[in-house]
């Protein structure tokens, strides 16, 4: 299929409208599902059990026992990152800096998990 500007001409008024009013109805939605605010605490969990809740607001690296050895987590700018863990595929490590409401860095290996928690829990619970 060829795209040709005569088709345009068939556009009218109206329709711009209901495109337009489409458009606004998508940005609005993609706001709301997918832009969640930043966090406020980290939570660390080991196990399944709480290991550590702590602020967003001062720096600071923990050590985290595992199973197959420490995991190291640091915070920084109001954002945390695994940043180095014994697990062989590095996935937590490779996630990169969290920083938003309910996303989290799982290190499934070593059973410890890093979340980002804000005013309203996203999800019930995150266990690895």
């Known amino acids: 299929m060829k795209f040709s500007w005569s088709a345009m ?7 711009w409208g209901v495109l337009l009013l489409g458009l606004l109805v998508v940005i609005a939605l993609a706001k709301h599902y997918w832009m ?25 690296s923990v050590n985290v026992p595992g199973p197959l050895g ?14 180095s863990d014994p697990s062989p ?5 490779r996630q990169g800096w969290i920083s938003h409401e309910g996303e989290a860095a799982i290190c499934l290996p070593n059973q410890v998990s ?15």
Request: proline residues 5%; hydrophobic residues 35%; aromatic residues 6%.
């Open 36 to 60: 969640s605010p930043p966090g406020q605490h980290l939570v660390i969990k080991r196990g399944g059990d709480v290991f550590l809740t702590a602020s967003l607001q001062q720096p600071f």
């Open 89 to 93: 595929r590095q996935l937590c490590v």
């Open 114 to 128: 890093v979340e980002i928690v804000g005013q309203v829990r996203r999800y019930d619970s995150l266990n690895y």
């Open 70 to 83: 420490v995991t190291q987590v640091e915070v920084r700018d109001q954002r945390a990152r695994v940043r």
């Open 9 to 15: 001409a068939l556009i009218r008024r109206g329709d």
